[in-house]
């Protein structure tokens, strides 16, 4: 199908702003308008039918909720679990196009495009686009007002800028609070006449917010304390990025975006997460340093309207086979 300014798409979301997110910015690298609404499961049974009636190609409306929408759509796009039955569904009912993203596990691959990245271990097929990060989109107006609004918190100096974003404990992993100690050491130690500036994230341990009020800090922020999000404005600005290796999201944002290099963080107590896959797969094409193996900058970064163009030929693919 011919994705335009005419084409409208229904993302249903699950609540998870890391899931609807990045199919909002599917969307917007296609250029197409879209309508978000909710969508769950009415019960635990119900979730658990879907994958039995799915693998069966039996589609019951009955098995979920959804918020209202009006209108004719040409694609129903999703991600997350909680939503890809209902894609499916819906995308019958309104005679459109179905998108899963991210790795649809437990239902059948058979919608029209499905958007994966490398490190969920995509099956190779035909309708599969593999991407090498999360999807995102940062509105160049957006970007230069988020910039501003941090410049108002930290005006410019002639001083280069490193910037640390630090997440937290996830569901596979807990961050090492005495790892993200030394290698904040480190850092200090190596900085040599640039700034220093730091956020932290929902996730971040007390212990390590605790520990970054003692240190010589240019610009702090911390999450707990307030919640705003300085990382578009870091992106934009630093020379030099250090992330840690727990949030895919956040590592998607940072090499595809801004000019900076961008080095990792290990210091969750666990190695074997989707997280560390992933990470060791952006080391290995250049895209990230590890911080501590000795590698050189990584300034390569990725260009995200490469993926639009596959979709597109992909959706267009699927039409012309039907």
């Known amino acids: 199908m011919n994705c335009s300014v005419t084409t409208r798409a229904l993302i249903l979301s699950d609540g998870r702003p890391g899931h609807f997110n990045q199919s909002i910015a599917l969307c917007r690298l296609l250029g197409v308008s879209f309508e978000v609404v909710e ?139 005495g790892k993200m100690s030394a290698l904040l050491d480190r850092i200090e130690l190596i900085r040599d006449g640039v700034e220093l500036w730091v956020t932290t994230s929902p996730r971040t341990p007390v212990a390590v917010e605790t520990d970054l009020r003692k240190r010589s800090i240019d610009f702090l922020h911390l999450y707990s304390e307030e919640a705003y999000n300085p990382i578009p404005a870091f992106v934009q600005l630093c020379d030099r990025l250090f992330v840690t290796g727990d949030s895919t999201a956040m590592l998607s944002e940072c090499v595809t975006a801004g000019t900076s290099s961008v080095d990792v963080l290990q210091v969750a107590k666990m190695t074997k997460a989707k997280q560390h896959r992933f990470v060791r797969f952006l080391a290995d094409r250049g895209l990230v340093a590890i911080f501590g193996e000795g590698d050189g900058p990584a300034m390569e970064k990725v260009d995200l309207s490469e993926v639009a163009a596959q979709v597109r030929e992909c959706l267009a693919l699927r039409e012309s086979l039907t």
Request: include cysteine.
């Open 39 to 177: 969508v769950s499961f009415r019960s635990s049974l119900a979730r658990g039918l879907s994958h039995l009636f799915d693998f069966f190609g039996m589609h019951f409306p009955s098995l979920f909720w959804v918020g209202d929408f009006e209108g004719e759509f040409q694609l129903v796009v999703s991600a997350g679990s909680r939503t890809y039955y209902a894609n499916k569904v819906l995308a019958a009912q309104l005679g459109a196009r179905s998108v899963a993203v991210l790795a649809p596990r437990g239902y059948r691959w058979d919608y029209d495009c499905l958007v994966i990245p490398e490190y969920d271990e995509a099956v190779t097929m035909p309708q599969v686009v593999s991407i090498p990060v999360n999807l995102s989109y940062m509105d160049e107006q957006l970007t230069v007002e988020r910039v501003a609004a941090f410049r108002k918190r930290h005006p410019a100096s002639e001083k280069l800028a490193w910037g640390v974003i630090i997440g937290g404990d996830s569901s596979s992993a807990s961050m090492d609070v």
